[in-house]
């Protein structure tokens, strides 16, 4: 079968994709050995956001005495929320189903390898297209240690259909995986301990961001050891116990658990591929390409995690259309550089542009100015003073960056992304009316601070 396009795999790079094509005039075929949806849809963001959901009713719970609601009694059924987690993921796998019912997209179920430069074989089955974009996605990392394949040990993707919820859970490494699962069931009565190797927290984020977001996590009871390499995890012979043993400061130190999460980062899906034997450049990272996501193969395209530049959703999808602008030779003003990304504790971390630490680096020139929930009227009411923003700015006054914690971070940090994308000053920012009482107000507080 011959199309314009061939995508490999269905997750938000290649289904989002598959589908502008189609806006865009080009025949697709789409090819997928799993569910549609990829590691987003069914395995990462959003079962994940189902999980938080059901934490933040149970962090609200815990405070209800201060909206006097008082003698609460209830029951925690753990089997229901991880049904209502594969509800909600079966509904949305349906909408990315009936995305794909387009005359122009052809879905094909199975396992694609290349055959040549031009075909790929799924079944048995040879499919060619002028482009292919490789949109294949990422696969959990396991630490190379000893006890790594233990029962108890386990990763993202087994945590999310776990029957029970774990009495002490040991999370190693403290990036975004990490710290959103430690979040979640910290909130359903696990005893957390996090091991991460790095001197900080989520170590790409702004370090004052993370060093507050550690302190609200220390005062829940999340336990957070940092420069701490993990070297082995055994199994007690007597009860069955999971003992991860780190070095910290030269000392070797052990923590007891009964489920181990590694969350130690995830690696280029590129095996079943066949890409060496039609040379396309890769590496342990993923798939090399240019600002055009183009492999050194120019027809060949790899977009989202798979080509290891940002394992973000959202990136993936916009990598795609620039992927489909260049095959239709047409110029776009999609900017990379400005990707917001958030966290999904409790509270919230939503971040995007420049950090402190990065203009630093870079030698710029920058003003960087704070303002905190704990001022902000809708914070208070909804009992939720803890966060701040922080809006960076070069010496002209244009906006940098923008690092936000607390309630809504994840929503409230578009706004400052917009800005960035446009050019926006501080000072245009400053003339720019916010209705009362939002959270939004605690971004225009800190830009009155310029
Ligand atoms: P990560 O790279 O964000 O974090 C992994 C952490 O593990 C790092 O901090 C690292 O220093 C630590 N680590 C590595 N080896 C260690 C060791 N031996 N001992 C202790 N710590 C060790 O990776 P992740 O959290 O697994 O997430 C994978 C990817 O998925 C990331 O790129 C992330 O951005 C993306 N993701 C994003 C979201 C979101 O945007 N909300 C959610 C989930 C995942």
């Known amino acids: 079968m011959n199309s314009d396009i061939i995508i490999i795999g269905a997750g938000p790079g290649g289904y989002e994709t598959a589908v502008y094509a189609a806006k865009r005039g080009l025949s697709v075929t789409i090819i997928e050995s799993e569910k549609p949806g990829g590691t987003c849809l069914n395995e990462g963001c959003i079962p994940t956001k189902s999980f938080c959901r059901n934490a933040a009713l149970m962090e609200d719970l815990k405070h ?44 094909v179920q199975g396992k694609a390898s ?26 959990t990392k396991y630490l190379p240690i000893e006890g790594k394949s233990l029962s108890g040990v386990i990763t993202s993707k087994e945590i999310l259909d776990i029957d029970h919820i774990p009495e002490r859970l040991c999370i190693i490494g403290a990036g975004v995986i990490g710290l959103e699962f430690a979040s979640i069931f910290n909130a359903f009565g696990s005893k957390v301990t996090v091991l991460e190797y790095m ?9 004052d961001l993370t060093k507050r977001l550690k302190q609200s996590f220390v005062k829940k009871g999340i336990e957070i050891t940092n420069q701490a390499a993990v070297q082995k995890i055994n199994k007690s012979e007597t009860d069955g116990e999971l003992v991860v043993s780190y070095e910290f400061k030269g000392e070797t130190k052990e923590c007891i658990a009964d489920t181990v999460l590694m969350a130690v980062g995830r690696a280029a899906n590129v095996d079943s591929l066949n890409l060496s034997d039609i040379n396309i450049a890769f590496s342990p990272k993923g798939i090399e390409v240019n600002e055009s996501m183009q492999t050194n193969r120019p027809h060949i395209y790899a977009v989202g ?9 959202h990136a993936a999808t916009f990598q795609g259309m620039i992927a489909i602008h260049h095959i239709l030779g047409e110029k776009d003003n999609i900017r990379l550089d400005v990707m917001p990304s958030a966290v999904f504790t409790f509270p919230e971390v939503a971040t995007v542009g420049l950090t402190e630490e990065q203009c630093k680096e870079k030698g710029i020139a920058y003003k960087a100015k704070k303002s905190f929930f704990r001022a902000n009227g809708k914070a208070i009411s909804m009992n ?24 809504h971070a994840a929503d409230l940090i578009h706004e400052i992304s917009s800005l960035i994308n446009k050019g926006t000053t501080v000072q ?18 800190c830009g009155k601070e310029f």
């Open 114 to 139: 290349f055959k040549n430069e031009n075909t790929v074989l799924v079944n048995g089955e040879e499919y060619t297209a002028k482009n292919i974009i490789i949109a294949t996605g990422s696969v």
């Open 305 to 313: 995690d798979v080509n290891g530049k940002c394992l973000l959703a």
């Open 199 to 207: 001197k900080e927290i989520l170590p790409s984020f702004d370090t």
């Open 384 to 407: 939720e003073p803890d966060g701040f923003c922080k809006i960076l700015s070069d010496e002209n006054g244009k906006i940098l960056g923008c690092h936000l914690f607390g309630a």
């Open 64 to 107: 209800a005495e201060q909206f006097g609601i008082n003698d609460l009694s209830y029951t925690f059924d753990f089997k229901k929320v991880v049904e209502r987690k594969n509800e909600v993921v079966r509904t949305l796998v349906q909408g990315v189903k009936f995305l794909m019912k387009n005359k122009l997209i052809t879905y």
């Open 428 to 445: 245009e920012f400053k003339d720019m009316i916010h209705a009362h009482p939002t959270l939004s107000e605690v971004i225009q507080e």
